[in-house]
């Protein structure tokens, strides 16, 4: 067996593990299974000699990891800081050309959407990491990942659909129903309406 046919392999159960995080709406679980998907396609990396994306995907296996443990929001804004700049550290003792840049943009944006996105927000800003990684794997010529990351875009944009739609047919919240907290904030995707006069 190659180094490159077991670096497929690699990319196929991250592969596997990505799908299920996507899949499910619970933002807990998507961080836990992109965890998992970010040490395997390491491994990935590592065989393909792309030791930038290596580096960057065990940042994002401690970052989902940590986000999954916030609880306050000072806190997260500390960890989105450290995240960001330890992906910029990775990627300047690991640059290898200017491909090098695709894995720490990923990073900066990645981060930012767990520590400070939820819902459809979050996987809009996750497409455009997907896009990174895409342009990242077709360089190093890794026929799974870019599989990987095309599934990803398109279940993601029918994740973000999904759960559009089941949040419009929610009735208004009005100042006498349920508290701000059991939905998960305001955002831009956020249908509710302010109590009619």
């Known amino acids: 067996m190659t180094l490159y046919l077991l670096s497929q392999i690699f990319a196929t159960?991250?592969?596997a593990w990505g799908v299920y995080g996507f899949w499910h709406p619970a933002d807990r679980n998507f961080r836990t299974a992109f965890a998992i998907s970010s040490v395997l396609m390491a491994a990935h990396y590592a065989l393909l000699g792309a030791w930038v994306g290596v580096a960057i995907c065990f940042v994002a296996a401690g970052r989902y990891w940590v986000a999954n443990k916030m609880t306050h929001a000072r806190e997260s804004?500390?960890?989105?800081?450290?995240f960001i700049v330890l992906g910029m550290v990775c990627g300047h003792f690991t640059y290898l050309g200017p491909q090098s840049a695709l894995p720490v943009l990923a990073n900066i944006m990645a981060t930012y959407?767990?520590?400070?996105?939820?819902g459809p927000q979050l996987r809009c800003v996750m497409l455009m990491v997907s896009a990174c990684w895409i342009a990242y794997n077709v360089y190093h010529q890794?026929?799974?990942?870019?599989?990987q990351e095309l599934f990803y875009s398109s279940l993601n944009i029918y994740t973000?659909?999904?759960?559009?739609?089941?949040h419009k047919a929610l009735p208004p919240v009005t100042a006498h129903s349920?508290?701000?907290?059991?939905h998960g904030?305001?955002?831009l995707f956020d249908r509710r309406k302010q109590p009619r006069e």
């Open 160 to 166: 973000i659909y999904r759960v559009t739609r089941a």
């Open 178 to 182: 349920v508290p701000m907290a059991a």
């Open 142 to 147: 890794s026929v799974m990942g870019i599989a």
């Open 113 to 118: 959407a767990v520590f400070q996105l939820k």
């Open 13 to 15: 159960l991250s592969f």
């Open 77 to 82: 804004l500390l960890w989105m800081t450290f």
């Open 185 to 187: 904030g305001v955002g």
